[in-house]
T-cell receptor, first 116, second 112 residues
Framework: GAVVSQHPSWVICKSGTSVKIECRSLDFQATTMFWYRQFPKQSLMLMATSNEGSKATYEQGVEKDKFLINHASLTLSTLTVTSAHPEDSSFYIC????????????FGPGTRLTVL | GDSVTQMEGPVTLSEEAFLTINCTYTATGYPSLFWYVQYPGEGLQLLLKATKADDKGSNKGFEATYRKETTSFHLEKGSVQVSDSAVYFCALATGGGNKLTFGTGTQLKVEL
């Protein structure tokens, strides 16, 4: 149980376009999901906490208008990178917190974004 | 604030060697501790966890013991395999369902 999927697994886009990444909890409902960004050979940086039915909570230094997060249902959160630029190229990972799993998060497989 | 410190890598070992990856933490309250593993090109997978002092988490031959007195959660495996080559992240969480604080990760390379 506790499977989290992401789509797409990789995406290449042109500079200036927007890209949407989906994160789904497949076998549980998640009121809270998290979005991370990972640079090559570095640790995960928490970008924001996505709360179902309310606005996301962004970490300091993360641009809200750049990285739009929507948690439309208990099984789906989306991250939209708007007006993408090459410096937005990164590995984006989501995670979800199943009810009853104290402090435990389950991670999606990640999405590799390359902006040309 | 909370923080996690891991030994720097890469760590290169021969197959069947003993593995230790050190992890120490600072946290307010009583954190839960985790080891996650990331294989190339993939997301993170939970390897093991411990939620209170003296708990030992174990999985796939890996073990780690929650040591409150030394604020440590070192990862060990008695005999590594080539398939264990990955990046290992130590992490902590405080409270219920709160965000994780990760260490910088330690890359393990196991050679024949």
């Amino acid at each position: 149980g506790a499977v989290v999927s992401q789509h797409p697994s990789w995406v290449i886009c042109k500079s200036g376009t927007s890209v949407k990444i989906e994160c789904r909890s497949l076998d549980f409902q998640a009121t809270t999901m998290f979005w991370y960004r990972q640079f090559p050979k570095q640790s995960l940086m928490l970008m924001a906490t996505s709360n179902e039915g309310s606005k996301a909570t962004y970490e300091q230094g993360v641009e809200k208008d750049k990285f739009l997060i929507n948690h439309a249902s208990l099984t789906l959160s989306t991250l939209t990178v708007t007006s993408a630029h090459p410096e937005d190229s990164s590995f984006y990972i989501c995670s979800a917190h199943p009810p009853g799993s104290y402090n435990e998060q389950f991670f999606g497989p990640g999405t590799r974004l390359t902006v040309l | 604030g909370d923080s996690v410190t891991q030994m720097e890598g890469p760590v290169t070992l021969s197959e069947e060697a003993f593995l230790t990856i050190n992890c120490t933490y600072t946290a307010t309250g009583y954190p839960s501790l985790f080891w996650y593993v990331q294989y190339p090109g993939e997301g993170l997978q939970l390897l093991l966890k411990a939620t209170k002092a003296d708990d030992k988490g174990s999985n796939k031959g890996f073990e780690a013991t929650y040591r409150k007195e030394t604020t440590s959660f070192h990862l060990e495996k008695g005999s590594v395999q080539v398939s264990d080559s990955a990046v290992y992240f130590c992490a902590l969480a405080t409270g219920g369902g709160n965000k994780l604080t990760f260490g910088t990760g330690t890359q393990l390379k196991v050679e024949l």
